[in-house]
């Protein structure tokens, strides 16, 4: 990358000699884990709440880190890991158990589930070691610094990306980081904060990216496309050359960041990506949106943001800015709930907010600083989370939003129909045409939804098995369990909702689909 990277700011880092420490992993007894709950798109398809509920220990060393994993009875039981002092490479050694699979010289989260990393204390610092996530998911990283990654050079980690996921990862919340290099691509770094082969549903948020020539990308390639659904917020990109970040395919929610020194491009939406860019302030930056280095085009929903000395450079066959007045050419529907911070205050609420040791504040969504609430944990060993959702016999109350709405579905057998489950008439049912299939109630516009109400036919209870409930305007699953009745799930708004039965021991009939807004 280009000499554009300031390295005076952070050169000393990288030359710092800091001993091998040693580090124990103790219990301790009450503690809390992450703050707060996780946002944006970590929160859809069964939430991302990392440790919660499991066991807290206290690590000092990167070893101590894998040996906490390996530790525990099983790569999916829960665990908050309290990390103190800097981690590098002189005390990150490779430790073998049924609970993981490591690596010397990263910490390695792979193969693993239902796990917090979480600076305490004086703070934590992964000094030239990155963190890579990959099969793994449900994974909260949070109050962490991760500095100087390098791939080339000496020493490396990490392929050169301070936080990396790659290989089906799902449901990853990263918070309050401090994510930082000293130059780029031919100062042996790479990018901050990257994702590909593969990886859904992430969040970053209340972060800082700086002195990097890659911020960060969303697929290796134009042909990794199966990247999806990140949510970037509250976060300061600073002096960053290019990635701010890259999308290739999929989509994003970027809002309330501030950008300053973005060097060479920004929001780079290339290959079908889709992002929702909303409120953010970019001052001091050169093509801070649009399809750059291809001619891959990508799209844009814009609204409410602030340019504040932003250059633009003339549209070519492989660069297309937005700007100097971006305009949305795409819409992009968001599931979750979120509040805008106006952007004229973006630059003061992150200020106050993003980073590591900043006392894990956030927004309050009228752009004051608030500490929220910990999550507590405790020294049991719970059923691992998330946990599917079984439904009950509860009758749902409200009114039925299924009479009066469309549906239709996957398939459907001889002498069925879709129309059947939103009739009111248990005498009729649809049934797919095999042993799984979906059944879909969907509506004109936006609708409210956090309850469904699965109601069998006469003579076939008990012949749904496994389901997943699916927000079928993003694809996100909502939750997912086993047999009928009522199911209860974060309130969602969609225009189409799906119930996938993907399982069965009989012929399922479904009588009636019935949907609540609670």
């Not at 589930?113 to 004086?122: E, K, L």
């Not at 952007?343 to 009228?366: F, R």
């Amino acid at each position: 990358m280009r000499r554009s990277v300031a390295l005076r700011l952070y050169a000393a880092l990288a030359t710092t000699a800091v001993a091998a420490a040693t580090g124990a992993v103790l219990s301790i007894p009450e503690a809390s884990a992450a703050t707060g709950s996780a946002t944006g798109y970590a929160t859809q398809n069964g939430g991302t709440t990392g440790g919660a509920g499991g066991q807290t220990v206290r690590a000092t060393t990167g070893t101590a880190i894998h040996a906490a994993l390996c530790g525990r009875a099983s790569s999916s039981t829960p665990i908050t890991i309290q990390v103190e002092g800097t981690i590098n490479h002189g005390n990150t050694t490779k430790v073998s158990g049924a609970g993981c699979n490591t690596t010397a010289g990263v910490i390695e989260l792979k193969q693993i589930s239902n796990v917090t990393i979480i600076g305490v204390g004086s703070g934590a610092v992964f000094d030239q070691l990155g963190i890579h996530i990959r099969d793994a998911s449900n994974i909260v990283i949070q109050n962490v610094t991760v500095r100087n990654v390098k791939k080339s050079g000496s020493p490396t980690s990490n392929g050169g990306d301070a936080i990396g996921m790659e290989s089906n990862v799902r449901n990853v919340w990263v918070d309050h980081t401090t994510l930082e290099a000293s130059g780029g691509e031919s100062e042996g770094f790479d990018g901050l904060f990257d994702m590909k082969d593969n990886t859904q549903y992430v969040t970053l948020s209340y972060s800082i990216l700086r002195n990097s020539g890659r911020g960060g990308l969303v697929g290796s390639s134009e042909t990794d496309l199966s990247n999806s659904y990140i949510t970037y917020h509250h976060n300061r990109y600073e002096n960053i050359d290019s990635r701010a970040p890259l999308l290739r395919g999929g989509t994003a929610h970027i809002y309330n960041n501030h950008y300053v020194g973005l060097n060479e491009s920004g929001i780079n939406s290339r290959a079908g990506a889709r992002a929702k860019v909303d409120n953010n302030y970019f001052k001091d930056s050169k093509d801070v949106l649009g399809t750059f280095y291809t001619d891959a085009a990508g799209y844009w929903q814009v609204s409410g943001n602030i340019f504040d000395n932003v250059t633009w450079s003339s549209p070519g066959s492989e660069n297309n800015p937005a700007g100097p007045n971006p305009q949305s050419n795409t819409t992009v529907s968001i599931p979750y709930a979120y509040s805008l911070d106006g952007a004229s205050c973006v630059p003061s609420i992150v200020s106050q907010t993003a980073g590591a040791n900043k006392g894990l504040q956030v927004s309050n969504g009228n752009c004051s600083p608030q500490t929220p609430t910990p999550t507590p944990t405790s020294t049991s060993t719970p059923t691992p989370t998330p946990t599917p959702t079984t439904p009950g016999p509860t009758q749902p109350s409200g009114t039925n939003l299924s009479i009066g709405a469309g549906s239709d579905g996957s398939s459907k057998a001889d002498g069925t129909s879709y129309g059947n489950v939103r009739d009111g008439d248990l005498s009729t049912y649809w049934s797919p045409a095999g042993s799984a299939g979906s059944i879909s109630i969907k509506w004109g516009s936006s609708t409210s939804v956090s309850a469904i109400n699965i109601r069998e036919a006469s003579g076939s209870a008990g012949s749904i098995g496994s389901f997943r409930v699916i927000n079928a305007d993003t694809g996100a699953v909502l939750t997912s369990g086993s047999g009928a009745g009522l199911i209860t799930f974060p309130r969602t708004s969609l225009q189409k909702i799906s119930f996938e039965i993907t399982g069965s021991t009989g012929t399922p009939k479904i009588a009636e689909y019935e949907t609540y807004s609670g």
